[in-house]
């Protein structure tokens, strides 16, 4: 018999589910960079879509969400496909490769730390489980497609899942309507990101620990 998670509120749901479709298309437009045919390209957004939350419910011993409900495994499958036949532009490819993961980023940092919550994980682990779904599925398709994980590219990823992971779960405390503490999470990782990729801040070693550009501001200075 299978056995279904606690289902989530709306809110909730349409971030995943809106996380799913964005990181299955960053997934699919890796492995179109390296000439996949249609197999390898669905198999990728899969893996991409629904990796880091596998990682996360294996951890916390939470029944594997797509196991009993194959939604989201559809979604990724749909977004997938779509990707392949209608993103033909090599540079639309690889930029919606890296909004497509940013996105995914972001929306995974909220819905981690949502569920790890719910199964109740304390909320230091519900932080990392936040950080382990949004970073877990990218992570598994960087090294399956032998690309460098974007988590070593010396650009803030793996801690804007942390900022979202942690305001999600600061603000879920509070008595807040519903959606304001996920649009606020889902926003600020979104921030750091972008700005991450737009003015190309790279996080480095003790002596230059931040540099935007070519201006570093370490300790050294």
Request: hydrophobic share 50%; aromatic share 8%.
């Amino acid at each position: 018999m299978n056995v279904v998670p606690d289902p989530l509120s709306t809110s909730i749901l349409g971030i995943m589910y809106f996380g799913d479709v964005v990181f299955a298309v960053s997934g699919a437009l890796t492995a179109m960079r390296y000439r996949m045919d249609i197999i390898g390209v669905v198999l990728i957004g899969v893996i991409t879509g629904l990796g880091g939350g596998t990682l996360r419910d294996l951890l916390i011993g939470r029944p594997v969400f797509w196991v009993g409900d194959p939604t989201e495994i559809f979604l990724c499958i749909a977004a997938a496909v779509v990707t392949f036949f209608f993103v033909t532009d090599a540079i639309l490819r690889r930029r919606g490769m890296i909004w497509g993961d940013a996105l995914g980023l972001a929306a995974f940092g909220v819905v981690g730390s949502h569920i790890a919550l719910e199964h109740g994980t304390i909320w230091p682990v519900a932080i990392l489980m936040g950080m382990v779904t949004a970073t877990g599925g990218g992570l598994i398709r960087d090294v399956i497609t032998n690309t460098q994980p974007m988590i070593t590219s010396g650009q803030p990823y793996a801690s804007v899942a942390l900022l979202g992971a942690s305001v999600y779960v600061g603000l879920s405390i509070l008595p807040l309507p519903p959606g304001i503490a996920e649009a606020t999470a889902f926003s600020a990782a979104l921030a750091l990101r972008a700005a991450a990729i737009h003015y190309d801040i790279q996080m480095g070693p003790r002596g230059s620990f931040l540099s935007l550009g070519r201006k570093q501001f370490g300790e050294d200075e």
